[in-house]
Structures are given as structure tokens and as C-alpha cells.
């Protein structure tokens, strides 16, 4: 018998050995993370909770990566950063394909994707939580406008690299659908041979509880997976928890452990009297946002983009309400926290440490997209690299350099909200970003209604462009040499 055939058969019986010991048949509680994933192999798709670096399993990772299976699909919303969080697995080249939204400012995830090293099926966040929460459900698949006329859609996006940059595998098609004259894509459930999750507090019956926008996917990994892992910050005797409390039933975990020396890393620290400008004026920006601000109106629910969008929250006027919406699963999103008093449990869609106003409200990734796709929420402000005449928008990649996902701006354009972009009126090189049609892949087709820039203000329709607004000091002529694409005034 070879050495490596001897080798296999003595990590078998490990295996086999640490899922068994001291545990009664129906006891879900594990010893340790090692010996809670010791079955999981190579090949296998794991399903793993968090955003960003917001309620990720670390413990279950890390005895992941300490087991060393490979070739592995995992399916996250992200992957955390370079070096914590599933940036783990891919350092270690143990993940062959990641099924995620956002690459965000992990580099090593983004250079493995452009060299070929790693196969990314990057899918819009809300449709990300709803392909898991159907796969939980048993709903083989579902429509949904999201990514209707992109390359999502239309297929043919490259999942994976050759070593010369040539595609090895692309994207297929969706299969689409019309329904009351609304165009609409179909999407397949997900589901997986393991799920890992993290939560605040469970019970040995694996009924868990989550804390703060640490809740996320979580909810949703847990029900799609065939085999449920928890990990838990307080784990307790059945009976501890209050029912009504309880966010995830015990029904869908199969296996609960206690985790220990929580890292919690915050992938942004913001607190208050800080800004993403670092301090410096920028009157261009101020411009853009003061009168995206003027967008705002009593009582409307409102979902910012990351940077200068969110900057217009500070203009709310005095004596009006106006509720943001973050899509990791807040509503109700206060101010940056006092120093010192950020929460690892508590950010923003983009990773910032945020507080809860009165009233606030937090659930799960689905639900947070099923508020976004049903139309509740009344107000969408976003950048872009570029906007066409006709309200195309392109703002999630560039083709072969940059890769950072479109995260939720799919679904959001897509849900029939009203939809203003705020950006700068051309690029640094003085290249137009206002243009007849898009060059770059699109976000949304034709979902645009207004355009918000240092030097103007485009209504969007139909019929086109229309200036409704110029800058003091600037001309109508200035404006036309910078834009790409003709306009009324």
C-alpha cells in the first residue's frame, strides 16, 4: 500500500474519529471548529455568512483552511479582505470558484480573477440573497427584473482567465421573461454541501440569535446548505433564549460550536468628525452634494451609495424626516458612532462603523432586498463611471483592469425607484462619462432620472437629456464641450 494511499485512509479515520467522539447521536454540539468541518472535502461548496468582515465565521475559516481541503466553490457575498475573513482560503489556493457580489478592496481576490488563478461568478447582491434564501426553501428558481439587458442577463461575462488574458469560461444566458410588460430574468436557487455561520448567541438545539447587520447572509447561507455549521459567541441550555427572540430555528443547524478569541476586525473605522475626504475641501464635491441633498423629501426612504452620496445625508434640512436604508440590513441608519464607541456589529453597506437612530430596524440580506425589489424604497442615490443620454448606467467594472462587483446597484436601479446618479461631469483625463451610449458593461438599462455634477443637472427620459441646471459661472457652451451626448436646455 503507497505512502499517500496510507495517508488518506489515517485522515479518514481523523475525520470520522472527531465527528464521533463523546458526542450522544443527537447532540449538535462540536468541541471544536476543526473537528465541526473535519468532513468537509475538497470539491464540496461551502456557503458562507458575513459582509465584508460583519458577522463572519472566523473560527469555522480558520479550521477550514487549518484542514486544507481544496478546489473548493464557496458562495459569499464577498471575501473578506487579503488576509482574514475567506481572503484566508484563497491565499492558501484552496477556493477554485467564488460565487460572490463584491470584490471590494481585496487585491489578491481581484488579481487571481485577472491572472486566471481563480473562477468568479459575480451575481447582484439581492439576487445573491434570494437565489440562497430560494435554495433554503426549496424554489428551484425565479424571476426577477435585476440585471435585465446587462451582461448578467445576456451572458457571455467572463467567469474565468487564461494565463494571456484570453476567457477561458463565460457567463451563460438567463432565460427571460415578460410579465405585465415588465421584462424580467430568471435565476436558479443555490444551495450547498455546508453552510458556515456565525451568530451572537445560540442553544445546544442550534436556535440562534443574531446581533446587529452581523445578521446578513447568515440567516440565508444557514437555510440553503445540507449541513448547517454554526459558530456562537454565548452558546446556552434550550429554554435560555426567549422564543419570540429567536431569528433562526434550531431546524436548520446541524451543528453548533462556541467560538473563542473573536478578532471582530473592522474593515472601516469611521467615527464622528471624520470624513472619506480626509478633512479636505473639495467645493466641486460640495456642489454635487448640496443638490442631491435637495432630492430628499419628508418621509421618503432613501438608499445612498457609498462616498458622495452618503455625504448628502448631512443636508438633510431641519424639521424633515428622511429614512436610510443600508442594504446590509438597517433601516434606520444614524450618524457616524463617537470615538471609541464603534461597533464591529454594527456598519453600512460600505463597511463603515454606523449607529442606530430611534426607531431603527435591522433584518437579513433577502428581506433587505425584498424592501429594495418591492418598491419601498422611494429614493436611490449612486455614482457612475458613465450615464448614456437615454439613462443606461454603468458603474461596476472595467473590463479587464478593474473588478469590483456590482454589489446591490443592480437591484437597485433595477426596482423602479427613482434613480439619481451623482458624479463628476467628466474623468481626470477629461474623458466624457456622459455619453450617447455607455462603453463599459451596464448596471441598468434605461434606469436613470437625473444627473448630478459639478457643472450641471440632466433630467433623463424618454426624449433624452434635458438641462435643467447649470453651476454659477459656467455656460452652456462649457458644458456641451464636456458632455458626449446631445441635450435640450
Given at each position: 500500500?503507497?505512502?499517500?494511499?496510507?495517508?488518506?485512509?489515517?485522515l479518514s479515520a481523523a475525520r470520522k474519529s472527531a465527528l464521533s467522539s463523546t458526542r450522544s447521536a443527537s447532540s449538535k454540539v462540536f468541541a471544536s471548529a476543526e473537528a465541526a468541518v473535519a468532513d468537509i472535502k475538497s470539491g464540496n461548496t461551502l456557503l458562507v455568512g458575513g459582509f465584508g468582515l460583519c458577522g463572519i465565521p472566523e473560527n469555522l475559516i480558520a479550521a477550514v483552511k487549518k484542514s486544507g481541503p481544496t478546489d473548493l466553490v464557496c458562495v459569499s457575498n464577498n471575501a473578506g479582505v487579503?488576509?482574514?475573513?475567506l481572503g484566508q482560503l484563497l491565499q492558501t489556493k484552496q477556493v477554485k470558484r467564488m460565487i460572490s457580489s463584491y470584490v471590494g478592496e481585496n487585491?489578491?481576490?481581484?488579481?487571481?480573477y485577472l491572472t486566471g488563478e481563480l473562477e468568479?461568478?459575480?451575481?447582484?447582491?439581492?439576487?445573491?440573497?434570494?437565489?440562497?434564501?430560494?435554495?433554503?426553501?426549496?424554489?428551484?428558481?425565479?424571476?426577477?427584473?435585476?440585471?435585465?439587458?446587462t451582461v448578467i442577463q445576456e451572458g457571455g461575462f467572463p467567469i474565468k482567465y487564461n494565463a494571456d488574458k484570453t476567457v477561458a469560461i463565460t457567463s451563460k444566458p438567463r432565460e427571460t421573461r415578460n410579465f405585465?410588460?415588465?421584462n424580467y430574468v430568471m435565476e436558479e436557487a443555490i444551495t450547498g454541501d455546508f453552510s458556515l455561520v456565525k451568530a451572537w448567541k445560540g442553544d445546544t438545539d442550534g436556535n440562534l440569535i443574531f446581533r446587529a447587520t452581523a445578521r446578513n447572509f447568515n440567516p440565508e447561507c444557514a437555510k440553503a446548505g445540507k449541513v448547517c455549521i454554526a459558530e456562537v459567541e454565548e452558546l446556552v441550555e434550550p429554554g435560555q433564549l426567549d422564543p419570540d427572540e429567536i431569528h433562526l430555528p434550531g431546524i436548520y443547524v446541524q451543528r453548533i460550536i462556541k467560538g473563542k478569541d473573536y478578532e471582530k476586525r473592522i474593515e472601516r473605522v469611521t467615527v464622528a468628525g471624520t470624513s472619506n475626504t480626509g478633512g479636505k475641501t473639495d467645493p466641486a464635491r460640495d456642489r454635487i452634494v448640496k443638490r442631491a441633498a435637495k432630492e430628499f423629501k419628508d418621509g421618503m426612504y432613501v438608499n445612498l451609495g457609498i462616498g458622495v452620496p452618503t455625504m448628502a445625508s448631512n443636508y438633510v434640512p431641519p424639521g424633515m424626516k428622511v429614512v436610510l436604508q443600508s442594504e446590509n440590513g438597517l433601516l434606520g441608519m444614524g450618524p457616524y458612532p463617537q470615538p471609541g464607541q464603534q461597533d464591529?456589529?454594527?456598519?453600512?453597506?460600505?463597511?463603515?462603523?454606523?449607529?442606530?437612530?430611534?426607531?431603527?430596524?435591522?433584518f437579513s440580506s433577502s428581506e433587505s432586498f425584498g424592501m429594495i425589489r418591492g418598491r419601498h424604497v422611494d429614493l436611490t442615490i449612486l455614482g457612475a463611471l458613465e450615464v448614456a443620454a437615454n439613462g443606461d448606467l454603468a458603474n461596476w467594472i472595467i473590463p479587464g483592469k478593474m473588478v469590483k462587483g456590482m454589489g446591490g446597484a443592480m437591484d437597485l436601479v433595477s426596482s423602479g425607484n427613482r434613480v439619481v446618479v451623482t458624479m463628476e461631469?467628466?474623468?481626470?483625463?477629461?474623458?466624457?462619462?456622459i455619453l450617447s451610449a455607455c462603453n463599459l458593461p451596464l448596471t441598468?438599462?434605461?434606469?436613470?432620472?437625473?444627473?448630478?455634477?459639478e457643472l450641471a443637472v440632466f433630467s433623463v427620459d424618454d426624449n433624452g437629456l434635458t438641462l435643467i441646471e447649470h453651476a454659477e459661472g459656467v455656460s452652456v457652451e462649457d458644458i456641451k464641450a464636456k458632455t458626449g451626448a446631445p441635450f435640450k436646455v
Open positions: 500500500m503507497n505512502r499517500v494511499l496510507i495517508n488518506r485512509i489515517a487579503d488576509d482574514f475573513g487585491k489578491n481576490f481581484e488579481k487571481q468568479v461568478e459575480l451575481t447582484p447582491q439581492g439576487t445573491l440573497a434570494e437565489r440562497l434564501r430560494a435554495g433554503g426553501a426549496g424554489i428551484p428558481a425565479f424571476f426577477t427584473s435585476t440585471a435585465y439587458g405585465n410588460g415588465r464591529a456589529d454594527l456598519i453600512n453597506a460600505g463597511k463603515e462603523t454606523v449607529t442606530y437612530l430611534k426607531g431603527s430596524s435591522i461631469h467628466t474623468a481626470k483625463t477629461g474623458a466624457h462619462k441598468g438599462k434605461q434606469v436613470v432620472d437625473l444627473i448630478i455634477t
